[in-house]
């Protein structure tokens, strides 16, 4: 357990419908990311927030995503009318602005939200 | 063309022996990562690098600016050591990671 948590685990939903991800980073971390993998490949970028700021969002992220930090603690990621593509793993990972580079390992990632859409 | 090359994509050893994964990126970094991912997702951060070595355990990761190159090396490897090693890097100026595709290792018994 990393300290990130991230809910649900795995959704399946039909093709057209919205779904929610839910992330609980670290408590102290400002800086949240949201990734996405699909088999076989590595992560991509999707978005990051420090506190409830979004400072970077990825061409990935079409109009049919949005996320959102409003306290500077949690994060969702939601994903309208979803498409087949969609289905993918969603990572949300956290790290500590400030933390020294050499001290190690600094970003800690969730376990991960599977979506398949049907 | 993935900007962070990983080789080799997949690696198959006998328990015992020692193991090097390669990361090759193609413009300047302020840090490279190497991270662990088991069946089921979870990613775990072994190491940040970013000028010389580091050893944790049986795990070494070692990193070559010059020639954008780094290598995760794992000594007297276990079955417990098969995973998905993943290589990414922060780019000057970016707080996101770029990654590798990953290099799926299983070590037999």
């Known amino acids: 357990d990393t300290g990130v948590s991230q809910d649900p685990r795995h959704k399946i939903t039909k093709r057209g419908q919205n779904v929610t991800f839910r992330c609980d980073p670290i408590s102290e971390h400002n800086r949240l990311y949201w990734y996405r993998q699909t088999l076989g490949q590595g992560p991509e970028f999707l978005t990051y927030f420090q506190n409830e700021a979004q400072l970077e969002k990825s061409r990935l992220l079409s109009d049919r995503f949005s996320a959102e930090r409003p306290k500077g603690s949690f994060s969702t990621l939601e994903i309208q009318r979803t498409e087949q593509g969609d289905s993918a793993m969603y990572l949300c990972?956290?790290?500590?602005?400030?933390?020294?580079?050499?001290?190690?390992?600094?970003?800690?990632f969730g376990e991960g939200s599977w979506l398949t859409v049907v | 063309k993935n900007e962070v090359e990983q080789s080799p994509q997949n690696l198959t050893a006998q328990e015992g022996e020692f193991i090097t994964i390669n990361c090759s990126y193609s413009v300047g970094i302020s840090a490279l990562h190497w991270l662990q991912q088991h069946p089921g997702g979870g990613i775990v951060s072994l190491f940040m690098?970013?000028?010389g070595k580091k050893k944790h355990g049986r795990l070494i990761a070692t990193i070559n600016i010059q020639e954008k190159h780094s290598s995760l090396h794992i000594t007297a490897s276990h079955p417990r050591d098969s995973a998905v090693y993943i290589c990414a890097v922060n780019y000057w100026g970016a707080q996101k990671l770029v990654f590798g595709q990953g290099t799926r290792l299983t070590i037999n018994p």
């Open positions: 690098l970013s000028s």
């Open positions: 990972a956290s790290s500590l602005r400030g933390a020294a580079i050499l001290s190690g390992n600094t970003i800690y």
